[in-house]
């Protein structure tokens, strides 16, 4: 594997994505820790130590790698984007224009993602000023009697939030610029960074709040779910595929075989971030009405991870998201059709629709076990925090071993492909 990554640094334009991507990185980090203007820092720091990142921006707050109870200029993260990106594919299956958009190849995907884009500024807006007012009215830190606003004036406010704003904006570029000119998916990197930015405080924090004996178990048990996970995203069910011989002009073509991927984990880390985003919607707007009834009930089963009905609406988002996805980025008709155009059929399978019917039989078994995996993997931080009384950062949680190892086999896949075009040895042989 070394030998592979000198190779890799050996070639000049794989050499110059890497770099480019770990320059992109290191901005990103870098205006995670940079404060917003108007922020007490010191005041931000000792709230932090005394009231901890436990409750319910506790997970945002590993998403922004920190960022979000620092307060900095990259508080909102990538969080507005997912969010977005989340409604606009809901939007797609429902709205006729959008579906329209979506057949259109790049052109319509290109105006899907100049959507996204607004939407995710407007989203950004809006999450800035909550979370602003939070921070204003005391309850982003309960019972820390620091002054987090010295200068709680409009204006202050106002650029506050043009800051927060802007910061989700260049977020936004800085991933788009990582997808076109690095290595991997910009967004998904941007996530993984800011995951890996606050896993080893929070993996120390359990030695300091639980002791060695608990801290040995807990990485025991992690290294565990690390290796379930691996297993589990490089299974799959190969379907094959037989293509017929067939005469064009006086050349024979056809009569290969070759095979159909299925994964098991066929919808990725996405209905997790999904599900997640979407149960922090309820208490964002519950925070406006606390003193209302529904204000009350979603802050008292929402708020924090061990309530039983949290865990059960958590684990059913994503059973649900997980169908959903799949459903909407492998659909077994166009495969059929495909397949069907250039000859190929499945071997006992007749072509067109009982190609299709069979695949979606298969793709519904698969995602069955898929859902229910992704489901149980994201319980295990819920299920610690019942009983170590970890807190819900706690490390090796479903999340972030989903995403830190989803992204990670993908970005090393792909420099691997990049180096078997130069007939190099990849990282994973």
Do not use: H
């Not at 030998?3 to 980090?29: S, Y």
């Not at 259109?104 to 007012?133: D, F, M, N, P, W």
């Not at 709040?209 to 995203?233: D, R, S």
Request: proline letters at 5%; aromatic letters at 12%; hydrophobic letters at 50%.
């Amino acid at each position: 594997m070394l030998t592979a990554f000198a190779r890799a640094f050996r070639t000049p334009d794989l050499r110059r994505k890497m770099l480019f991507t770990l320059g992109i990185i290191v901005l990103f980090r870098l205006g995670s820790v940079v404060p917003t203007p108007g922020i007490d820092v010191q005041a931000v720091n000792t709230c932090v130590e005394q009231v901890g990142t436990t409750g319910v921006y506790g997970m945002l707050n590993l998403f922004s790698g920190g960022a979000l109870l620092q307060l900095a200029v990259f508080a909102l993260g990538i969080m507005p984007y997912i969010t977005a990106s989340i409604i606009l594919q809901l939007l797609t299956v429902v709205i006729p224009r959008l579906e329209a958009l979506k057949k259109e190849g790049q052109a319509g995907q290109t105006k899907i993602t100049q959507y996204t884009r607004y939407l995710t500024i407007g989203l950004a807006v809006l999450q800035a000023t909550t979370i602003i007012s939070l921070a204003r009215g005391g309850q982003l830190f309960p019972n820390c009697p620091e002054e987090i606003l010295p200068d709680d004036s409009i204006a202050t406010i106002a650029l506050m939030v043009l800051v927060m704003t802007a910061g989700t904006a260049v977020i936004m570029w800085l991933g788009e610029l990582i997808t076109d000119r690095g290595v991997g998916n910009g967004m998904s990197l941007l996530i993984f960074t800011q995951i890996i930015a606050t896993f080893p405080s929070a993996l120390w924090q359990i030695r300091v709040e639980q002791g060695w004996p608990t801290f040995t178990i807990v990485c025991l048990v992690g290294l565990v779910i690390v290796a379930l996970v691996v297993f589990v995203e490089q299974s799959q069910r190969r379907i094959p595929v037989q293509y017929a011989k067939r005469m064009v002009g006086r050349r024979m073509y056809g009569g290969s075989s070759t095979y159909i991927p299925l994964k098991i984990n066929q919808a990725g880390i996405i209905p997790v971030i999904f599900a997640s985003s979407l149960l922090y919607l309820p208490l964002l707007f519950s925070q406006f009405n606390q003193e209302s009834g529904w204000g009350v009930w979603i802050q008292a089963n929402f708020a924090q991870g061990d309530n039983w009905i949290y865990m059960i609406t958590f684990f059913a988002l994503i059973v649900f998201f997980t169908y959903f996805y799949v459903s909407i980025t492998f659909n077994p008709k166009d495969v059929a059709d495909n397949m069907k155009k250039y000859g190929g059929f499945i071997p006992g399978i007749r072509a067109g629709r009982p190609t299709e019917e069979y695949l979606d039989y298969v793709l519904t078994r698969l995602t069955a076990p898929g859902s229910v995996y992704l489901g149980l993997i994201s319980l295990v931080p819920l299920v610690a925090f019942v009983l170590i009384n970890a807190n819900q950062n706690f490390p090796f949680g479903g999340t972030s071993i989903l995403i830190m190892v989803g992204v990670g086999l993908q970005t090393v896949q792909q420099i691997e492909s990049q180096l078997q075009q130069r007939n190099y040895e990849g990282f994973l042989r």
